[in-house]
């Protein structure tokens, strides 16, 4: 997509069949919640992020039988064609599982690191380098991933202490910021050391709150030229979690910075995960910055739109784009792109039709009882009657196949479709007027 933001030059990190870092398009995550011991529960869930955009996509290895089924679950997943990589998100324990489960090391395609979750002291160094060890061993890229709930007690009691004994001393907030920067910087130089190329390391920093997962972001992509993980850490519930969200990798995603991005909502009970792709999706599409999936622009709906019908209309289309996409990305190359207009009433409906790759611009309150088509700023019929929506979504279909297919077939089956035109009266092509 066409976009004026300028990403932030980084390098690149090869994830399984998935690049990392600011020469390709930012990376969609998203994490399961199953317990990865039940393989085929986990399988299934990683394959439906993977089917609804998910690039990447996390899993707990937190136990013996989480780690020993980690290989079982990649087989599930080739056996169904689904070849998204695997993380492994290791705590506390992981210096042991990826050391006692080689297989489990072998099929991720990479690992993910919380150096304030990995020991403490002497151990934290021993058990972290250890962890690198392995991913030199099976040649695993690494995401070292500090938070704030998690972040190393010895190195920010040292921070404090130093900040204490300045004659102008830092807030408290600042100097944990500026603690998560280090962390990070630390340990991925600790990890350079151990012998992991720079090339296999991304970097993340997560926080709650808006303003200082900014202020970090902007910290840690000034001081370093890792890819960078973007996320709110508990963005929370709901419109919550996606306003929050959404409100601070605006802004980082703005600036330019940013590789790969997660969005952490906590779901409903039994609600659906890929939720969390989705927004994650539209993020970067609303940005410029990718296209998943055509845009479906409608209007919200005011007292001359008295009828819900433009409202059922728009939901429609967009359950119906959501349905024929997976295939159209195959057939189609470019429908991503495409602009749909469903617009309820006369003041802005033909102008937004016009301006769409196709629209139509449904009656308001008072209006002539007709709904005009555009194709490509065109106007080329108007649907009555009881079936505009089957007919609409008749002629996306057909205009999709025309357009991006490229095919005389196609172009000819949309031409069938139009022929109703030449039955319009000329009355009737013209701006549709309230009836007096």
Not at 82 to 103: K, Q
Not at 379 to 394: E, H, N, P, Y
Not at 406 to 434: F, G, M, T, W, Y
Request: glycine share 8%; aromatic share 4%.
């Amino acid at each position: 997509m066409d976009s004026a933001i300028t990403r932030r030059k980084t390098r690149q990190v090869t994830i399984g069949h998935v690049t990392v870092g600011s020469d390709g398009p930012i990376v969609v995550q998203a994490m399961t919640n199953t317990d990865t011991a039940d393989a085929t529960a986990t399988a299934l869930q990683v394959e439906s992020l993977a089917l609804a955009g998910a690039e990447l996509v996390r899993i707990t290895v937190n136990s013996h039988d989480a780690a020993a089924q980690v290989a079982h679950i990649r087989d599930l997943l080739d056996r169904r064609n689904i070849n998204v990589p695997l993380v492994g998100d290791f705590h506390f324990n992981g210096h042991r599982l990826l050391a006692a489960y080689p297989e489990c090391a072998e099929a991720l395609g990479k690992y993910r690191i919380n150096p304030g979750n990995v020991g403490k002291g002497v151990k934290r160094d021993e058990q972290f380098c250890s962890m690198i060890e392995v991913a030199c061993r099976y040649d695993k890229p690494v995401r070292i991933g500090v938070n704030w709930g998690s972040l190393d007690p010895d190195l920010l009691a040292r921070m404090m202490d130093a900040n204490a004994a300045l004659a102008l001393p830092l807030e408290a907030d600042a100097v944990m910021r500026e603690a998560l920067v280090v962390s990070a910087l630390e340990n991925a130089q600790r990890a350079i050391e151990v012998g992991l190329p720079a090339d296999r390391i991304v970097l993340s920093a997560k926080v709650s709150h808006v303003q200082d997962l900014i202020a970090v972001y902007r910290n840690l992509a000034a001081r370093c030229d890792f890819p960078l993980h973007l996320g709110l850490t508990e963005a929370g519930m709901g419109s919550k979690g996606i306003v929050a969200s959404s409100t601070a990798l605006a802004v980082l995603l703005q600036e330019g910075i940013g590789d790969t991005l997660r969005i952490s909502l906590t779901p409903e009970p039994k609600g659906d995960r890929t939720r969390e792709v989705l927004v994650a999706q539209q993020i970067l599409q609303v940005m410029g910055l990718r296209a998943f999936t055509p845009t479906v622009v409608a209007c919200p709906g005011c007292g001359r739109t008295t009828s819900s019908f433009f409202q059922e209309l728009a939901q429609q289309i967009e359950g119906f784009l959501q349905v024929r996409m997976p295939s159209w990305k195959v057939q189609f190359p470019g429908v991503e792109q495409m602009h749909v207009a469903v617009m309820g009433c006369v003041v802005n409906g033909p102008g937004e039709s016009r301006l769409a790759d196709i629209g139509i611009s449904l009656p308001g309150a008072g209006e002539h009882p007709s709904a005009p088509v555009y194709m490509d700023g065109e106007r080329v019929m108007t649907l009555k009657g009881s079936s505009i929506a089957t007919d609409f979504t008749q002629l996306l279909d057909a205009y999709v196949a025309a357009r991006y297919g490229k095919n005389p077939q196609a172009r000819s089956r949309l031409q069938e479709l139009l022929k109703p035109v030449h039955l319009i009266e000329s009355d009737e092509r013209q701006s549709s007027r309230p009836l007096t």
